[in-house]
């Protein structure tokens, strides 16, 4: 059972461009849904987050849009640069113990094309 | 942001071998770090979590024999696939995080690229 689905699998961007990458989940009890980007052969690193009492969180270029009745959220890159290209994934997390466990996306590659 | 350091990043080793990798917080404490492996364009499976002076919880499907995790300190898990065969080639990554609450942020390690002959 998959309890975040995300889409598309992969995407590409003119330089300049938006970069719009979509997830939704199921599990109403998931408090906090962060982004991670991946570089080949590096590991995840956070980039945004966001809380489902919040409906937006804008950082720089990077945006995530709530839809906590949708239960639906998406990462906005703003005047994407050939530099964002990487593999983004999407999570949700429940629990506020340090081992309670992130349920990730299956990734988007993006590429952003000079 | 806290950071997590994993070595080695890249190990070759012939079929039958013994791998460790080690998994080191360095500017904070992780009574619980993650353990992922990671196929070729696709998702961060997690493998185990390992828990500080106790035994780690491992997925289903995952085998505890065959993947050993020691947490022995709160700045350290190790990973150690043993007997490794050529289809345990793959990229594997420890995460921790430094704090609980609401606002949990996970921090990676570089990853630990695996190739088994």
């Known amino acids: 059972q998959q309890q975040v689905k995300q889409s598309p699998q992969s995407l590409i961007v003119q330089k300049g461009g938006i970069s719009i990458i979509n997830c939704a989940y199921e599990?109403?009890?998931?408090?906090?849904f962060p982004w991670y980007q991946q570089f080949p052969g590096k590991g995840p690193a956070l980039l945004i987050a966001?809380?489902?009492?919040?409906s937006e969180k804008k950082e720089g270029r990077f945006t995530i849009s709530f839809n906590k009745s949708a239960k639906q959220f998406s990462l906005h890159i703003m005047d994407s640069q050939p530099g964002d290209s990487a593999t983004y994934f999407c999570?949700?997390?429940?629990?506020?113990?340090?081992?309670?466990?992130?349920?990730f996306g299956k990734g988007t590659r993006l590429h952003i094309l000079p | 942001g806290a950071v997590v350091s994993q070595h080695p990043s890249r190990v070759i080793c012939k079929s039958g071998t013994s791998v460790k990798i080690e998994c080191r917080s360095l500017?904070?404490?992780?009574?619980?770090m993650f353990w992922y492996r990671q196929f070729p364009k696709q998702s961060l499976m997690l493998m185990a979590t390992?828990?500080?002076?106790?035994?780690?919880?491992?997925e289903q499907g995952v085998e505890k024999d065959k993947f050993l995790i020691n947490h022995a300190s709160l700045t350290l898990s190790t990973l150690t696939v043993t007997s490794a065969h050529p289809e345990d080639s793959s990229f594997y990554i420890c995460?921790?995080?430094?704090?609980?609450?609401?606002?949990?942020?996970?921090?990676f390690g570089s990853g630990t690229q695996l190739s088994v002959l």
């Open positions: 995460s921790a995080s430094p704090m609980t609450g609401r606002n949990k942020k996970l921090f």
């Open positions: 599990n109403t009890a998931f408090d906090y």
């Open positions: 966001i809380r489902p009492d919040v």
């Open positions: 999570a949700a997390h429940q629990g506020m113990n340090r081992d309670d466990k992130i349920i």
């Open positions: 500017d904070f404490q992780a009574t619980t």
């Open positions: 390992s828990n500080e002076g106790s035994k780690a919880t491992y």
